[in-house]
């Protein structure tokens, strides 16, 4: 005898988890409460004063350069632009001598050699650093550290003596290298600790299959430190776009002059007459490249600067 496919069980109730084909019934979804109304508002009133931070603090930051970008397009007294918004002190910063494009030039190329040169340097001496065991490596790091404390412009006399001497004075090499000099410190620091996150096992293993010491740093470790890397360049880039005091001590020639020096000897070419309206144009020149690497590049320089926080 055949029971019937919904037949109660033993205990008189039918069989719940079964339908009349033999398949499993799925059991009722559980609905998730929303929310009570006073939990949201003890959020809110917590979080309230984060935010409240947070957007004055941008607010002091962005005030500057909005209003920089909003005098360099109005009509100033004394100006290229005097009647109505438009680019007139544009057209004035294009025109300072030996011309806008030219200063730009003179930027890009003392920033990117000042790039270079910390990339390259500090990568070696942090993989040094974090890597090697030989006496006295904790000193020599901590000489590195100390060059941090001795004050900038006290060595940009001797320096200007040294690189006369070398032939290097009044060039943008030369400028370059200087200003590499002092990121070093820093770099080298950033490098050290963004190496000692990376396991040993990586590089360990590198050597086992054959790599060199160079070998390892090139295929697995520069990978890995990625965000260290692009943390210390847009560092030094930043540094050298925008350093106005090595120039000023450093290079005589006008058409070799950085956009930073150009602005403020543009302030100065009438009898004394500042030209606000150009200058704020020259500044938000300056501005624009920093403001566009850094929105890019933000996540990789924030890792960079955690990079130490965790090893392994």
């Known amino acids: 005898m055949t029971l019937a496919p919904n037949a109660?069980?033993?205990?008189?109730?039918?069989?719940?988890?079964?339908?009349?084909?033999?398949?499993?019934?799925?059991?009722?979804?559980?609905?998730?409460?929303?929310?009570?109304?006073?939990?949201?508002?003890?959020?809110?009133?917590?979080?309230?004063?984060?935010?409240?931070?947070?957007?004055?603090?941008?607010?002091?930051?962005?005030?500057p350069l909005i209003w920089a970008g909003v005098a360099s397009f109005s009509p100033q007294a004394g100006s290229n632009q005097v009647d109505g918004w438009g680019f007139g002190n544009y057209v004035t910063l294009a025109n300072y001598q030996a011309g806008i494009a030219q200063y730009l030039w003179n930027s890009t190329v003392v920033s990117g050699l000042t790039v270079l040169f910390t990339l390259v340097v500090?990568?070696?001496?942090?993989?040094a650093f974090a890597r090697f065991r030989f006496p006295g490596r904790n000193l020599l790091f901590l000489l590195t550290l100390a060059i941090l404390m001795v004050p900038y412009a006290t060595l940009l006399i001797p320096l200007y003596v040294l690189l006369n001497e070398i032939g290097l004075q009044n060039s943008l090499l030369g400028l370059s290298l200087v200003l590499a000099m002092f990121q070093l410190p820093f770099a080298t620091f950033m490098m050290r600790i963004s190496f000692e996150s990376?396991?040993?096992?990586?590089?360990?293993?590198?050597?086992?299959?054959?790599c060199s010491s160079f070998g390892a740093l090139r295929r697995v470790l520069l990978p890995a430190v990625k965000p260290g890397l692009i943390t210390?360049?847009?560092?030094a880039f930043l540094t050298a776009w925008n350093d106005f005091v090595a120039p000023l001590i450093l290079i005589t020639d006008s058409d070799k002059a950085p956009l930073p020096l150009a602005v403020a000897n543009m302030r100065q070419q009438v009898m004394g007459i500042v030209d606000y309206g150009?200058?704020?144009?020259?500044v938000v020149v300056l501005a624009v490249p920093c403001v566009v690497l850094f929105l890019v590049l933000q996540r990789h320089y924030v890792r960079g600067f955690m990079s130490g926080a965790l090893k392994g």
């Open 8 to 63: 109660p069980s033993a205990s008189g109730a039918p069989d719940s988890s079964s339908s009349g084909t033999g398949t499993p019934t799925a059991p009722p979804a559980v609905r998730r409460r929303a929310p009570a109304p006073r939990a949201r508002i003890a959020g809110i009133a917590t979080r309230t004063p984060f935010w409240v931070l947070t957007t004055g603090l941008a607010l002091v930051f962005l005030f």
């Open 122 to 127: 500090s990568t070696l001496g942090g993989y």
């Open 198 to 210: 990376v396991p040993r096992e990586l590089d360990e293993a590198a050597l086992v299959d054959g």
């Open 232 to 235: 210390v360049g847009l560092f």
């Open 278 to 282: 150009a200058t704020e144009a020259g």
